[in-house]
């Protein structure tokens, strides 16, 4: 019934635009009825392919208490902990009383954040410089207590955890996306040797020479729980104060906000409740660029000397990769970036056998002074993808080698890409992935242009997922005459597990 109801709503919709002819109309309407109905008597392949035994091993995994099951820091799968193991972990982490405070009264104070924060955004309302329905949208409403997770790093000794602070439903998370909006033409200013992802990367370095050269990475441990919050902030403000760019709120508010949103949060583990003071925990909307901040303050200030002298200098988020020239001692480098604040520790990493990585990109020493690259995977990676018999959309299945492909082309060098795109085909293979599936979505595209003559307009029809053999041959057809009968629609056909 409910989905007789979405094929009468898709065909309402397009009664009020002018068809071809009548004809096309009694076409149209004949056709939404035939799929319809066909899709209505399609039989699912209801099989499951988990046994009984499957089923009551997951079930006692559901009902074990003594484990956490989570995912690892990067990448994907799954990570079964001891839960007695995990919490002493996780309250390892929050004795450090120089970031994190255990409050005497245990209970939940987020109707005193919501009130810090409500104050000055009505503040700047009353002053004309928000709208009411941007108050509305920022002001905080049905926020819950937020909470504080660990995520194991599998790829490290021990497995130490990296502690996430879930701020989705949190008084400021609204207040913060907004900040993030309007600090970020202050970033673009002021932070310039920034790497947005591995393709901006390779663009500049692809012409890199780097003979008679030396080449070393920096890792800044923990970044982001030491980002000293306070001197940040005060940077930000100082270095907007000497540009002409304008926000859309004064500094002093500005400040105010951003301190609000990221300082003094309580917090709850299991039971307790804490309070996080001057760092900032991964989560927050605003994390990634406090952290650009001070270090964009670190490279204008103290280290300016060592970042001039350099080839070469680029920074993602807490890595950063140096070529310097010979004559330079990488060790006092690294003493230098120490030195700089003592919230802040570098590491330092040099080559290897003429290797050294800087994101997912392994970088080898060629004896004409070029660099080749290739791919660099942590020994923990499990390549997981969808199996190709799995019971999802085809396009699910085809964009995974359209994006590795186009990344392969785009990001290794030429020497390496047909490597890396024989490594792409065996490793879906393993997945039931056909040879000629893969194939032919490894093949470019070509961006068809169209001369829009008339306005199109969006209308919806939301299918229950079948498989993709009964699914695709509806959309196709309804698409296909929709587009033949009526010019002016653009139909927008998407499947969903249940349809409501």
Request: overall charge positive; aromatic content about 8%; some cysteine.
């Amino acid at each position: 019934m409910d989905l007789e109801i979405h094929f009468g709503n898709l065909y309402a919709y397009i009664q009020d635009l002018v068809p071809l002819s009548y004809d096309d109309v009694e076409r149209l309407k004949s056709t939404l009825v035939d799929c319809c109905f066909n899709y209505i008597n399609s039989r699912q392949d209801s099989r499951s392919i988990l046994t009984k035994k499957h089923k009551e091993g997951l079930h006692q995994l559901k009902v074990n208490h003594n484990l956490i099951i989570s995912w690892p820091d990067k990448g994907s799968g799954v990570v079964f902990m001891d839960r007695k193991k995990y919490l002493e972990k996780m309250n390892a982490i929050l004795c450090d009383e120089t970031k994190f405070q255990k409050l005497i009264v245990q209970n939940d104070t987020s109707n005193n954040t919501k009130k810090q924060l409500t104050d000055p955004l009505k503040k700047i309302k009353q002053q004309g410089l928000i709208s009411e329905s941007l108050f509305e949208k920022l002001k905080p409403t049905g926020t819950t207590t937020l909470r504080i997770y660990g995520l194991p790093k599998i790829y490290e000794n021990g497995l130490p955890l990296r502690q996430i602070l879930d701020m989705t439903n949190s008084a400021s998370h609204s207040t913060a996306k907004w900040l993030v909006k309007i600090l970020k033409p202050l970033h673009r200013e002021i932070v310039k040797h920034i790497v947005k992802d591995s393709f901006e990367y390779v663009n500049k370095i692809k012409d890199l020479r780097v003979e008679n050269k030396s080449i070393i990475s920096l890792d800044a441990s923990s970044l982001f729980t030491n980002v000293p919050l306070l001197v940040t902030v005060d940077s930000i403000c100082s270095e907007h104060n000497k540009t002409n760019i304008k926000t859309e709120v004064p500094v002093s508010t500005l400040k105010q906000l951003i301190l609000r949103c990221t300082m003094n949060v309580n917090f709850q583990l299991t039971n307790e409740f804490y309070r996080q003071s001057d760092s900032v925990s991964m989560g927050p909307p605003l994390r990634p660029l406090l952290a650009d901040f001070i270090l964009s303050k670190v490279e204008g200030g103290p280290l300016i000397n060592e970042i001039s002298q350099s080839t070469f200098y680029s920074l993602y988020v807490d890595d950063t990769f140096i070529v310097l020239t010979d004559k330079i001692n990488t060790i006092k480098i690294l003493e230098r970036f120490n030195n700089v604040h003592p919230s802040i520790t570098f590491t330092l990493e040099k080559e290897h056998n003429d290797n050294i990585s800087f994101l997912d990109i392994l970088l080898t020493r060629k004896t004409d002074g070029t660099l080749k690259r290739s791919i660099h995977r942590k020994s923990t990676s499990v390549c997981q993808y969808t199996h190709f018999y799995s019971a999802v959309l085809l396009r699910y299945k085809r964009n995974p080698v359209k994006s590795l492909t186009h990344r392969s082309r785009w990001i290794f060098s030429e020497d390496t890409v047909e490597e890396k795109l024989s490594t792409i085909r065996n490793m879906l293979s393993m997945k039931a992935y056909l040879l000629k599936f893969i194939n032919k979505s490894m093949m470019p595209t070509k961006k068809k242009s169209e001369n829009v003559t008339v306005h199109k307009k969006p209308i919806f029809l939301k299918l229950r997922f079948l498989d993709n053999n009964i699914s695709e041959i509806a959309k196709q057809r309804i698409r296909k005459c929709c587009k033949r009968r009526l010019p002016q629609p653009n139909c927008i056909l998407y499947s969903t597990t249940t349809v409501s």
